[in-house]
């Protein structure tokens, strides 16, 4: 039984709800498993290319930066343009990126293009402006398509499941696909299914946006998601701890240094290291989705974020594959936890004229933290190496995890 479905049986419009709330699963799907593809496949092309884990951080500079310059406008913009015209447009940007990742790798190209990691850096740079856009329109958009508060918790962890299982099925599959053929059959595999998402998304019907009952210009449109944000200590704890756990603890984007140097297992291994993490989330979004978060939800999301820095530390320190891979799924599991909570939170407490503007901030905090934290694992690593680049990233997740114990007090007593 579609556990979605079962609140709104007696809605008459139940029906067309639950098609294109899978419709929106489906798409998502689709682009969670691309670009998680494509950034598997960067990583090790970048790498293969300088040999150089620094260039690994720069990648995620790259996607970072143009990222935080859009969020805080593409949250405003998700506020006042269709927001199913934003994921259309921005898939049109993605797709044209893919495909030019895609002529970089063709063998008729001069050698001093192919094996130059600038035109990829500047792709990405692209991609990481389409990132700043769809993010806030996606989030903004799923509840409209639900248009129930009582399912927003279950459509939360359904959509958290959908990109979770993508983001274990791509990194395995351009594991297994570069394995068995080469870049180009990997990023011919990402346009298609880039492709695929738009012409899904198309099939959804547009949706009105929400209307707002304070005329307001555009920079206190801006100022007031920001307001909102850090006037509410339970969405800014939540934020805050996401944050600079994912910072420290960006033990992914060293991943192709793990499998070439330390662990030996080459881009196929690759795959399965980057594909770990999204095991254990799903396994866990999945439990989650029948027993949910509710009592002592802020101590659970407490716990889980030490958890997650305790397998950061002991996978740095591991030299075997399998006992890394178990770290990484064990990781995975206590970051959905967070997930769940944090989504819940912000869903439920954030007027639906808002949820734009609520959103970018949440992704400047979350969304870049990835990025600036594979940065920062790169730079780190440069500095120190590898290995203690990644084993002090997660002791300080852990400290931070105390720390935020100790300070906030409203979310150690959160319950949902």
């Avoid at 006042?80 to 898939?91: D, F, P």
């Avoid at 291994?269 to 802020?298: D, E, N, Q, S, T």
Wanted: charge should be positive.
């Amino acid at each position: 039984m579609d556990p979605v479905s079962q609140p709104i049986k007696h809605d008459p419009y139940a029906a067309l709800k639950i098609k294109e709330f899978r419709l929106f699963l489906t798409a998502r799907f689709c682009l969670v498993i691309s670009l998680h593809m494509q950034q598997v496949i960067v990583g090790w092309q970048v790498y293969e290319i300088t040999d150089d884990p620094f260039s690994l951080g720069l990648i995620g500079l790259c996607e970072a930066i143009p990222f935080l310059i859009v969020a805080l406008f593409a949250g405003h913009v998700a506020d006042m343009v269709n927001r199913k015209k934003i994921i259309i447009l921005v898939l049109i940007s993605l797709f044209i990126c893919s495909a030019g990742l895609l002529y970089l790798t063709l063998d008729f190209i001069p050698s001093s293009l192919k094996n130059n990691p600038a035109p990829i850096y500047i792709l990405i740079f692209i991609t990481g402006i389409g990132r700043g856009f769809i993010g806030p329109a996606l989030f903004a958009f799923m509840p409209q398509i639900i248009n129930d508060r009582k399912l927003y918790s279950n459509a939360i962890s359904w959509n958290s499941s959908m990109w979770q299982t993508g983001a274990i099925l791509g990194p395995s599959l351009a594991g297994i696909i570069y394995g068995i053929g080469k870049l180009s059959a990997v990023y011919t595999t990402v346009t298609i299914l880039i492709l695929l998402s738009f012409l899904l998304f198309t099939r959804i019907a547009s949706r009105p946006l929400p209307l707002s009952e304070i005329e307001e210009s555009v920079e206190e449109r801006l100022l007031a998601g920001v307001k909102f944000v850090f006037n509410n200590q339970l969405i800014l704890s939540a934020i805050s701890l996401d944050l600079f756990a994912v910072f420290f603890g960006g033990a992914v984007a060293l991943l192709p240094v793990f499998a070439s140097e330390i662990l030996k297992v080459g881009a196929e291994g690759l795959g399965f290291l980057r594909a770990a993490p999204g095991i254990g989330a799903v396994l866990m979004l999945i439990l989650l989705a029948y027993f949910p978060v509710r009592k002592k939800a802020g101590i659970k999301m407490l716990w889980a974020v030490g958890g997650f820095g305790v397998c950061i530390v002991l996978f740095g320190l591991s030299q075997n594959l399998w006992f890394s891979i178990a770290l990484l799924v064990l990781s995975g599991a206590f970051d959905s936890i967070s997930i769940i909570v944090r989504s819940t939170l912000i869903h439920t407490l954030t007027p639906e004229n808002m949820k734009g503007r609520v959103s970018s901030i949440n992704n400047i905090f979350i969304g870049s933290s990835n990025e600036l934290g594979a940065f920062e694992s790169g730079a780190l690593a440069k500095i120190i190496g590898v290995v203690p680049a990644v084993v002090s990233g997660g002791l300080i997740t852990l400290g931070i995890a105390g720390f935020t114990a100790i300070k906030a007090k409203k979310l150690r007593e959160l319950n949902l």
